[in-house]
């Protein structure tokens, strides 16, 4: 992993690094269905993404996600906005992003960079909304 950010026990404000067991179960489950692959594009450098990623990456963990179903992209800052792997083709603008796909590669869910609720919260909720209309 490259992010260090995603990382539940990320440096910096203790506050930040969530226990699994703060978890819903409702919203574990929503994350560990379905094989999905989350995609995450941040920067160490950024507020948001250090105030936000350790609590979504403990909930990934905390969920069962195997690492080898997230993928994470650093992403800089440069002269005409944010720059780095995947930044266009997903056409990543504000970060912390996840984009959450199938195995086939159909993205089914995105969160971009703040909601109401954390970022596994709103995902799960966003992922029981597609499986309701599908």
Known sequence: MTLETLDPDAAGDPANAADADEYDPAVLDALAADDYRFKVWG???????????????????????SDDRIED?????????????????????????????????????RFVEEADVSIAAFLARELADANGSA
């Open 43 to 65: 920067g160490d450098w950024c507020g948001d993404c250090q105030r936000q990623l350790p609590a979504f990456g403990a909930a990934l963990a905390a969920a069962g996600v």
């Open 73 to 109: 992209f650093p992403v800089t800052k440069g002269p005409n906005g944010k720059e780095g792997e995947g930044v266009d083709e997903y056409g990543i603008d504000l970060i912390p992003t996840v984009v959450v796909e199938t195995a086939d590669g159909e993205e089914v869910a």
